[in-house]
C-alpha cells in the first residue's frame, strides 16, 4: 500500500466490469474526468459523474487511483458505477458526454417487491436479505453473520423497492447495507461511534494529508435545559422537575439566561413507578436530550477512508483534538493530488 502522506505520482484508470464475471474487460482511454460522491443517506450509497469524448452505452465502469511511489507502481480501486443517463455538448471543436452513474445498488431500487410479498416469522433476517439482495442485483454479494430471527412476517408496501424494503428489514438486524471500492455489495453493523476504533487519524503536523480549510457546524436550537415529568400510576399523580443549571454548560439555564423546557405528560412505564423512578426517568431524558451533533467539513489527499468509518481529528489549529468522528459523506475529485472533500459527524455531551 502507498504512503499516504508521503508524495507520489497519481494518474487514473477506467475499465469496463463483466456482469458475469464481475472483472475488468477493457480499458477505456475516452475518459476526461470523473468525480465521485459517497453518501450513507443517499438509498444507492453514491454515485459519479464520468466525462468521455464519446458515448460507451449503458454498462458498469470501475475507476483506479494508479500511483507510483518509490518506482513502484500500485492501482487502488476507487469505485464501480453503472453508466445511465448521458448528456453531450459539443463547442464546435471536441464533443463532450458527460455520464451520471450510479453503484450496484442501483438494480435493486429500479424493482419493485410482488404485491404482497412478506418473509415469514422466525426467518432468519439476515440470510433472506442476503438470498433477495442476490436475487435483485447482478453484483456480487457478501453474506453476512447474523442470528437475529423475526418476531412477526415482515411485509412489503404496495409500492415499495426491492433495496427500501431489504434496507427496513435489515434495520430488524442492527444492519446497514454497504459497498466496497469494487463494486460488491456488503452488510455492515449498525453502531455507535463510540464503540468503533478509528482507522484513520488526521493530524496537522508535517506529514499532514489535509488541506487548510476547515469548517464544523452545530444547532444548539430547541435543546431544553428543564425536563418535566406529569405521571399517573393509577392511584396518585407524580411530578418531576430536572433543571440544567451547570454554568459549565452552554445551554443551562445560567448560560443561556433563560428556560427552555421540555415536558411529558404521556409516560408510560411497566408496573407501579413511584417517586425515585420517575425523577431518574428525568434525569437520564434530560442527558439525553442535552447533546449536539457537529458536522465537520475539510478536504485532504486520497487515503484508504471510507464512508461509515470512524476517523479520529487532531487539527489542533482549528482547535480540534481528539475527536472521534464518523465520515457520512465524501466527494472524490479524480484528478492529480485526488482531493477528497469529506463531512464526518460527532456527538457532543452538553451537560454531566
Known sequence: MPDWGASMQQTFEYYTVDTGTWKDVSKLDNVKSSTINRDEDSETLGSSVIDVTESVGECYIR??????????????????????????????????????AYTPLLEAKEKQAPLGYYVAKGE???????????????????????????????VAEADETWISFLSALSENAKFKFDIDELGRILFAPVQDISSM???????????????PDFSMEHDLYGIPNIVEIVYSNGHEFLYSRIVNDDPNSPVSTVRRGREIVHRVTDLTLPGLADQNQIDEYAVQLLKQLSSVEYTVSYT?????????????????RAGVAGIKAKVVSQSIKCVPGCPVEEKAVFTMKLWR
Not at 432468519?124 to 437475529?148: C, F, G, H, K, W
Not at 476504533?197 to 488541506?211: E, K
Request: proline share 6%.
Open 63 to 100: 475507476i483506479y487511483l494508479i500511483t507510483v511511489q518509490n518506482g513502484i507502481a500500485e492501482k487502488t480501486p476507487l469505485g464501480t458505477f453503472l453508466i445511465q443517463t448521458p448528456s453531450s455538448s459539443f463547442n464546435g471543436k471536441v464533443r463532450e458526454v458527460s455520464m451520471d
Open 124 to 154: 432468519n433476517i439476515m440470510d433472506s436479505v442476503y438470498r433477495l439482495t442476490r436475487e435483485n442485483v447482478r453484483a456480487p454479494v457478501v453474506r453476512p453473520e447474523s442470528d437475529e430471527t423475526l418476531h412477526d412476517d415482515f
Open 197 to 211: 476504533q478509528p482507522v484513520w487519524t488526521y493530524t496537522d503536523d508535517n506529514s499532514s494529508i489535509l488541506y
Open 300 to 316: 485532504h489527499g486520497y487515503c484508504p477512508v471510507r464512508v461509515g468509518d470512524c476517523v479520529r481529528l487532531n487539527y489542533t
